[in-house]
């Protein structure tokens, strides 16, 4: 089973509704991060968590909110989608400071339409 | 945290030797020299990290001249399948980024038959 895993997979959405993706991980890390990727760019960080009472913001958190329900689950929602949040959203696992490896879920493709 | 640049693209033929430079010219003294590989629509995937000379493991090697302002990613031998978009990034030893990691766009290597 994949340590890092995201669902859904795939969203299709319409502008003005609330979505929330989820992300849930069995390495044991403290530390999840949420990262929006766009067509031919990197990745850029949205949110992250040190644990369960540590969220905060990354270099793109306008539009979105989070929650770490536990050490497992980290969940980012859009309060009201808009079509420039289509992306590609990666959920990730670290186990800093003993490294700064950084593992990544397989990703959710999200259309606003 | 110190900003990388890379090539936007590189094109190369199976069985060739590949390298990707990546120039950090205001890379700090606690700063490691790291290198993730991300395939179309998955997350990326850690490869090599190194703090100076040559590290190398069993997919690649990383060498980081004396004054650490430039660093290569050596791929020997490649694939088809190691075509895919390969990012440098600097990773600060004392946590001062609290272990967070930036992605610039990366370098799209594609490799040909």
């Known amino acids: 089973d994949a340590d890092v895993t995201q669902t859904p997979r795939n969203r299709i959405t319409k502008t003005g509704k609330r979505i929330m993706l989820e992300c849930s991980q069995t390495?044991?890390?403290?530390?999840m991060y949420w990262y929006r990727q766009d067509p031919g760019l990197g990745l850029r960080l949205i949110y992250y968590?040190?644990?369960?009472?540590?969220?905060n913001k990354g270099e793109i958190s306008d539009g979105y909110s989070v929650s770490r329900q536990a050490q497992a689950k980290f969940s980012l929602s859009l309060e009201s989608a808009i079509p420039n949040q289509t992306a590609l959203y990666f959920c990730a696992t670290s186990d800093f400071p003993r490294t700064y490896e950084q593992y990544f879920g397989p990703g959710t493709r999200l259309t606003v339409t | 945290l110190a900003k990388t640049t890379q090539p936007i693209s590189m094109d190369s033929y199976e069985g060739q030797e590949v390298n990707i430079t990546c120039s950090h010219n205001n890379i700090a003294t606690n700063d490691y020299i790291t290198w993730y590989q991300q395939f179309p629509s998955q997350g990326p995937r850690f490869i090599i990290q190194g703090y100076k000379t040559k590290v190398t493991n069993e997919v690649a090697s990383l060498f980081i001249p004396a004054d650490r302002k430039s660093s290569t990613l050596s791929l020997p031998r490649v694939s088809l399948s190691d075509t895919a978009v390969y990012y440098c990034?600097?990773?600060?030893?004392?946590?001062?980024?609290?272990?967070?990691?930036?992605f610039g766009k990366g370098t799209k290597l594609s490799v040909k038959p």
């Open positions: 968590s040190f644990d369960v009472k540590d969220i």
């Open positions: 990034l600097l990773s600060p030893m004392d946590g001062g980024s609290q272990g967070n990691l930036i």
């Open positions: 390495k044991g890390h403290d530390r």
